[in-house]
């Protein structure tokens, strides 16, 4: 059948674009804006423990597009994370990422949930991630057991960092290092932290100007001493 218009039944509509404000946005910027409502509203009912992050997948070079009650250190438009670009690699992947150890730059230890947000089309457009600082938790840890757990379906796994990519490969080195030596980074010796300090100077980790005080953070020295064992 026809209409008046000069549709056929068959044929699909094209849905608008969601009016606001006056204007016009696309469905999938007007689900982003949504979300980053409900990430600023979280926010603020937990501050100072809770994070609350809403990536923008649709710009994973740029992604955070809201930071509450910032804890991890990171900007408006720094990358996604490592379980945004998977979600952007398979529109399969768990919406739901839930009560998983992770871990804040400074050490301090996290519990995090990531929810993936789908567009009608099946394809991940942004993702709402919370992450609960659980070393302020630690007085009433025995009372409190049950909110600082994490699921052991994760136990072990490190499913991201919350600090940039330049951070997480620089963590990664060291953390081989020590592994090929049996130990860990603050475990190893002062012969083999120079060695350490010496290698990543020459492979070009120095090159920012935070990563002389990851690595001392990482190794339990200062940031004085890292930089004479580079020498």
Do not use: W
């Not at 739901?96 to 230890?109: A, E, H, K």
């Not at 049950?146 to 600090?163: I, S, W």
Request: aromatic content about 4%; charged content about 30%.
């Amino acid at each position: 059948m026809t209409h008046p218009t000069g549709r056929r039944d068959d044929e699909r509509a094209v849905q608008p674009a969601v009016p606001e404000d006056g204007r016009y946005v696309s469905d999938d910027e007007h689900l982003v804006r949504e979300a980053e409502r409900i990430a600023v509203a979280v926010g603020r009912m937990f501050p100072g423990l809770c994070e609350v992050v809403l990536h923008d997948l649709r710009r994973p070079d740029n992604a955070i597009r809201a930071i509450e009650n910032n804890l991890s250190g990171r900007q408006v438009g720094d990358p996604a994370t490592e379980l945004g670009l998977r979600r952007i690699a398979d529109p399969d992947y768990p919406g739901v990422i839930q009560n998983y150890s992770n871990r804040f730059p400074d050490g301090r230890p996290a519990k995090s949930t990531s929810i993936g947000i789908k567009n009608a089309e099946g394809r991940y457009v942004a993702a709402l991630c919370l992450n609960l600082d659980v070393s302020t938790l630690s007085p009433l840890a025995l009372t409190l057991a049950g909110l600082v757990a994490t699921d052991v379906e994760h136990q072990g796994e490190t499913l991201e960092t919350l600090r940039d990519r330049t951070g997480r490969e620089l963590r990664s080195a060291i953390d081989s290092f020590a592994a090929q030596r049996s130990s860990t980074p603050r475990g190893l010796n002062r012969d083999q932290k120079r060695e350490l300090v010496r290698r990543l100077h020459r492979e070009g980790f120095f090159e920012t100007r935070s990563s002389a005080q990851l690595i001392a953070d990482q190794l339990g020295i200062s940031r004085a001493t890292v930089y004479n064992y580079a020498k």
